[in-house]
């Protein structure tokens, strides 16, 4: 009997081809982490810039873990360059420091002196890292303002800057106000209840409603009901994030399921922002209300040809640039919401003092307050106090930092010594959040101290230059942190005097930084989150 060879050869030269590939895979594994750890080591031996103690095998991971082990588990990622700095004092005294945890991340270069980060942001604005493009790409295929770059970026920035206007927002209060007036009345059954509630997502649902509503000129209804388009940004953006355990960064990337998912999101989401789109590019005359930020986009659209319902590339990009606006325009403001509501319960004469203005400002019936605000929204221009805790919050408690993209000849350079620190293959992290809670720059950085925005330039309080980047600085500053700091204040007014809403954190709890309401990572997230959702418990205010 004749047996075939056939079968057995094609499976010799099968594990062959899978034997080449899985040795081409660690040679070139083998020659990045040579160039990786080469590059390290040439910064003292090249630069007289001292390191991290460094491993040519482990670069710092043995350093990070460290570090990050001696502190609660759910922190988030941007708390380490602090804890290296507290750590390694002598290595970080020039306002940065590198460090090499490579293949867990990327080559990076944090930085925390305000003038080193204007160099890259303000005096020369470097492109973004392709981190940040590559995470997003999913989201929005690289055509947002997030990630763009060059004159594609210019061109949006500037059609999108009127659309974010305090002019043009102005005019959107009374709609913000009755979103909040839905907030409110969760806030009352909540009271009524008498139970522990997280004020993280229903802080989401009020922010996302805000935003449909200047962004769109529509109602979302997600405070009280499902919509088709939150549930999907929702899903979407657990695809992106970046989980603080490699494995389960693994996990979430060769999931089988992600890029159908990825694709069912976006479909999803396009669905529902196309009609608005048709309907502003159809009406040939403007609307009864205000303007939106779609319509005005639309107007500052500027091409030989009008953009015309067949113009796909202008309806790619707008609809890209839409889902960034409503994602960016609802996390990150939903996130300092639940800090400045912990702040204010957590610091009584903080918040006597803004309820006071507050009295000032509208008088002491809390039911014509909205009807004020609407007749006047200049009013919600006229709280200093309440601006200055809301920037003390995002001081504390700052939202992300920026992440620009090294380049060969790109170097930082102390002014006083000339020092010269170099970018080539670097991730370079602006840290806002090191910088808020440096002393050098902010006395008693972990206390909130709103007087710090009050007193005139010279006062050893107020903030020194270029410090306070919560937003950024330079010409890539976040197009919406007029309307974001606008909205805040609208719903101090409409809350603080009416609530009590205090942060329920067991006293001998973890801390981090003596704050028990610390950043952490939360699966399903981009940004820092408060802690545990920032658990609370409302109550009617009786006097």
């Known amino acids: ?23 081409f895979g660690i040679i070139k594994l083998c020659l990045r982490l040579y160039q990786v750890r080469k590059l390290f080591r ?57 460090v090499d945890v490579w293949p867990l991340g990327y080559p990076l270069l944090a930085v925390f002196d305000p003038g080193l980060m204007s160099q890259f942001t303000q005096v020369q604005s470097q492109p973004k890292h392709e981190h940040i493009r590559r995470q ?32 043009n927002i102005v005019p959107c209060i009374p709609a913000i106000l009755e979103e909040i007036e839905v907030f409110r009345d969760w806030l009352k059954e909540a009271a009524r209840s008498g139970e522990t509630v997280t004020l993280e997502q229903q802080s989401e649902k009020l922010t996302v409603d805000v935003i449909s509503r200047i962004v769109l000129g529509s109602r979302l209804h997600s405070q009280t009901e499902q919509n088709s388009f939150y549930s999907a940004m929702r899903n979407q953006t657990s695809w992106l994030s970046v989980d603080n355990q490699p494995l389960g960064f693994l996990a979430t990337m060769l999931n089988p399921i992600r890029p159908i998912a990825l694709w069912r999101n976006n479909i999803t989401m396009k669905s529902f922002l196309l009609p608005h789109i048709q309907k502003v590019l159809r009406q040939k005359e403007k609307e009864h209300g205000p303007e939106t930020i779609l ?74 307050t909205s009807a004020k605000i609407k007749d006047n929204p200049t009013l919600l221009n006229k709280l200093p106090y309440t601006s200055a805790v809301i920037k003390e919050t995002l001081r504390l408690f700052t939202p992300a930092g920026t992440v620009r993209a090294g380049s060969p000849d790109f170097f930082l350079r102390q002014p006083e010594t000339g020092e010269r620190y170099p970018t080539n293959g670097m991730m370079v992290y602006g840290c806002s959040s090191a910088t808020h809670r440096d002393e050098a720059f902010w006395p008693e950085p972990g206390r909130c ?72 990572y939360k699966v399903g997230k981009i940004i820092p989150q408060p802690r545990n959702d920032m658990p609370v418990r409302v109550m009617l205010r009786t006097s």
């Open 449 to 520: 101290i709103p007087e710090r925005w009050l007193v005139p330039e010279g006062d050893f309080l107020h903030p020194q230059k270029n410090a306070y980047r919560p937003f950024e600085l330079g010409p890539r500053n976040c197009i919406g942190q007029e309307t974001a700091q606008l909205e805040l204040r609208a719903i101090m007014v409409m809350t603080v005097r009416e609530f009590d809403i205090e942060s329920q954190f067991p006293a001998d709890g973890p801390r981090m930084f003596g704050e028990v309401a610390y950043q952490t």
């Open 136 to 167: 997003f790409e999913p989201f929005t295929q690289g055509q947002d303002l997030l990630v763009a770059e060059g004159e594609q970026w210019s061109k949006w920035r500037r059609i999108f800057n009127p659309g974010f206007s305090a002019k």
């Open 1 to 23: 009997m004749l047996v075939s060879t056939e079968g057995t050869g094609l499976s010799q030269t099968a594990l062959k081809g899978v034997f080449i590939i899985i040795v």
């Open 42 to 98: 040439d910064i003292p031996n090249k630069y007289g810039i001292p390191i991290l103690p460094h491993s040519f095998l482990f670069g710092h991971i043995p350093i990070v873990i460290k570090v990050m082990s001696s502190h609660p588990k759910d922190i988030y990622g941007n708390y380490l360059p602090m804890l290296l700095r507290q750590e390694y004092p002598d290595i970080c005294s020039r306002g940065l420091v590198y």
């Open 295 to 368: 319509s005005l986009a639309i107007q500052s659209y500027t091409v030989q040809d009008e953009p015309t319902l067949r113009d796909s590339n202008f309806i790619d990009v707008l609809v890209a640039q839409l889902k960034i606006f409503m994602f960016a325009g609802h996390e990150t403001t939903a996130g300092i919401l639940c800090y400045l509501y912990h702040i204010l319960y957590s610091n009584p004469t903080i918040l006597d003092t803004m309820r006071r203005e507050h009295d000032s400002i509208f008088g002491l019936d809390l039911a014509t």
